[in-house]
């Protein structure tokens, strides 16, 4: 605890103008609203908003930022009002608490359509004042930092939540450590494995590199000293969590990373920032290709700093980040740091200070902000509003709204007729034309971020096949081609009269219905319409069918007509864990049967189903089938290589998902191709490393072997794609692995 005279002597250090008596209120008013209330760990409950209080002035905010810190939690877990509040503490601080109380509701980390809504809530409410946003971050920070006592399942939760929204969200308003500290702590709960190896081997690192890291850094300060130059140099290693995303995006080894370790050099102006690499760049070897000037070209969070990477005298890689003082304070507090220079460069010039909150809007974190929120509701450029968000989630995402403000989530590329399937199917069967954002546009146009549609539909109406190719959505395709496929008969059908028509005037023999309503016993159709749609689809041949009228014609040796191939081996298709939907013209109806019932029914029965021979697609993949004569469906994950063959034959293309049953314990293989240094007992702590993950080795196989390594291949059984990526990530991390990827077709 800190106490209530202590916080206000913080504030009053870095803002001499701080309302003294305003902050030591809402402290004792915040420890009174909660005076009966423990925290989980058993402690009293105020040291919470007291911490949160704390965080906020170590970023230097204004003082209703720190009242609302104090008073974050009081509307909601206390008798508190808002009401109250806007009377003891004014207007401003009441609508802070409200705000962060109401993001508080928020639950993201949901289903994808609730998300996405709850998202936009999120930054339409943290666009309104920036400030909301910071206590939050604060919030989740002291949350995450004391998360021992709470159930493992909020714990995952509330890690996953922040690692996928809020540390986004801090790097985005520019608070560099406030992002790596989140990262750091969600890593921790959410990947406890990965977490312990890279600590693990971080430490043995820095045992071998500490005595040439500070070798480095000595030179570096005579150097200094012998030009002249006035500069404060740091040294700093790479937090664990961004070690970890950096292996898993570029598939490198741990001593492979430039980073882990460097040094930052703070400067007095931005002259001196080129001196000193200048300095650099004559006394060390650069790694080529990792010069950054970011003081010429800042990024888009105001961060402005040059990067370069030396060698060492051992030929260990050492970065260094040079910047001035007022660089790195924007570096480390972002958005925070900007109100901080702000203020003094105005103070200078009229000696009054406009609001605070006022300057946080000058800053490029909060510009972004507005543009996010612009964008979603102007819907201008969705590829630019997903770089900027860079939250992953909802990058195959458009959210678009109905007349009414509905929101409804479509993937990327989709089409004002996926909108209306998306709303109702019979709304999509009818619809004929559409406007979007109040202008008459075409069915087919790609519709962007904040895209408001009004669809027209008419009785009777209903969608041509065409549609099928340009809906984007499985709902969309399924119910064109449910609504087409009578169509599509019919089409089959006078195609396969004219053929016959044709084939036995080529045969010089006559033909009447009535001739072959009489001999249809000789086909093995039903009906005199099966037979015209079965020729109009290449099932049956011209020949056979005169063959049947005429038995003394004598035909061309043609291939047998394909009977409909039993599913003996259907069995497979429910082992998979696949459901099938698949209507197209050959078929009969979709099948919804139960978890039990092959799903696949019609005129050919059910058809046999199986993996692509090389690497198999994986839970959680997205997965094509291909129609594949004598084989049936072989399911391929969208990525694979082999589907490029496929290419030109759109017709053997099949919509498939899968259709796992929650707590189902199906295992699915994986082919992974591992490269290790040759040590004695790589194999077995590879295996082991396997063995911990819950995974499966089913075979393994020696590719090569030199003096230096090993390639083999090894067949996994896991549960689906992140299981996966999780333990390819966690061999990459191992010192013996020099190179680990997936194999696949
Ligand atoms: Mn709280």
Known sequence: ???????????????????????????????????????????????????????LSE???????????????????????????????????????DGVTKLDALDLVTKKAEQAENFRKLLIAISSDVRVLLVKLADRLHNMRTMEHMRADRRLAISRETMEIYAPLAGRMGIQWLRDELEDLSFRWLHPEAYETITKRL???????????????????????????????????????????????????????????????????????????????????IVPGRFKDYISVPKSNDYQSIHTTIIGPERQRVELQIRTKHMHEIAEYGIAAHTLYKETSTREGNGRLPPKHELLQDSSAYQWLRQLVDMLREGDNPEEFLEHTRLELFQDQVFTFTPNGGLIVLPHGATPIDFAYAVHTDIGNTCYSCKINGRPMPLVTSLKNGDEVEINCAPGHSPPAAWEKIAVTGKAKAAIRRATRAAI??????????????????????????????????????????????????????????????????????????????????????AMGLRFRWVGANTGTMASGGPEAIPIRGAKGDLPIRFAPKGGALPGERIVGIMTPGEGIVIY??????????????????????????????????????????MPGSLARIAQLIGEADANIDKLRMVRRDSDFTEMLIGLEVWDIKHLNRIISGIRAMKIVNRVFRVQG
């Open 203 to 285: 430490a043995s690192l820095r045992k071998s590199y500490t005595g040439l890291i500070q070798e480095v850094e000595k030179e570096l300060h005579l150097k200094l000293e012998e030009y002249g130059i006035d500069a404060l140099v740091t040294s700093r290693e790479k937090k664990p969590y961004s070690i970890w995303r950096k292996m898993e995006n570029r598939q490198i080894a741990l001593e492979q990373l430039c980073d882990i370790y460097g040094f930052r050099v703070i400067t007095g102006n931005v002259e001196d920032c080129y001196r000193v690499l200048g300095v650099i760049h004559t006394t060390w070897q």
């Open 489 to 574: 008969q019919e089409q089959y059908g006078r195609l396969g009269r004219e053929m016959i028509t044709q084939g036995f005037a080529l045969a010089d023999l006559s033909f009447s219905n009535d001739l072959l309503e009489k001999k249809l016993f000789r086909l093995p159709q039903g009906s005199m319409e099966e037979v015209f749609t079965a020729v109009g689809r290449g099932e049956l041949e011209v020949d056979l069918v005169i063959s049947a009228l005429y038995p003394d014609y004598e035909a061309k040796p043609a291939p047998a007509s394909k009977t409909a191939q039993r599913p003996e081996n259907s069995w497979l298709g429910k």
């Open 59 to 97: 970023l230097k905010l204004d003082d209703a930022t720190i009242a609302t810190g104090l008073l974050h939690d009081t509307i909601e877990d206390t008798k508190a009002t808002r009401k109250e509040i806007n009377e003891l503490f004014g207007e401003e601080i009441g609508a802070l608490v």
């Open 637 to 678: 994950p969208i990525h694979a290589k082999a589907l490029q063959r496929f290419d030109d034959q759109p017709e053997r293309w099949v919509d498939v998902t899968w259709d796992i049953q929650p707590g189902s314990r199906e295992r699915f293989p994986a082919l992974i191709s591992v490269t290790t240094f040759n």
């Open 1 to 55: 605890m800190m106490g209530r005279q202590e916080l206000v002597d913080r504030v009053s250090r870095y803002n001499p103008d701080t309302n003294r008596d305003l902050i030591a209120r809402a402290y004792d008013y915040a420890e009174e609203a909660h005076k009966h209330q423990k925290r989980k760990s058993g402690e009293r409950y105020f040291i919470h908003p007291e911490a949160v209080a704390r965080i």
